[in-house]
């Protein structure tokens, strides 16, 4: 007897976007976060200073536009699971306080959505439709 096939697509956007493509926005995000926090804190004496200014930059970017500058970079969005819009600022500190504790970022479900996404109602995906997968310039 056969097992049913696990659909993989996120309903209504399809295919999840890679984890290399999530893992480098966020490498991207994060050195931003710690150069910007080198501004006002040595990250030596004061290590809560880049995970303070990561959850700055979901709540704004992501709360307001879907997309952090290394998210845009990589061509993927986060948005809402249930409207596909933008998530607010609120569920977007949510997210960046978690993904600072790694843990939840790495227990995924079959649409790539970590533990992170589950608890903050949001889903990672690549570009809409008829979008090239990276910004033009």
Known sequence: MTEPSIPTAIPGYGEPPSLA?????????WVLCVLVAGLFANARRSPWAPPVV???????????????PGMRLAGIRCVSWRTGR??????????????????????????????HDRIAGTVVVGPPSGEPDAPQR
């Open 21 to 29: 493509r999530r893992f480098g926005a966020l490498l991207v995000d």
């Open 54 to 68: 990561l959850i700055v930059e979901y709540a704004f970017f992501l709360g307001l536009f879907a997309q952090t």
């Open 86 to 115: 933008p998530v607010g600022i609120v569920a977007a500190a949510l997210r960046g306080a978690l993904l600072c504790l790694v843990v939840p970022a790495l227990v995924m479900d079959r649409y790539r959505r970590g533990l």
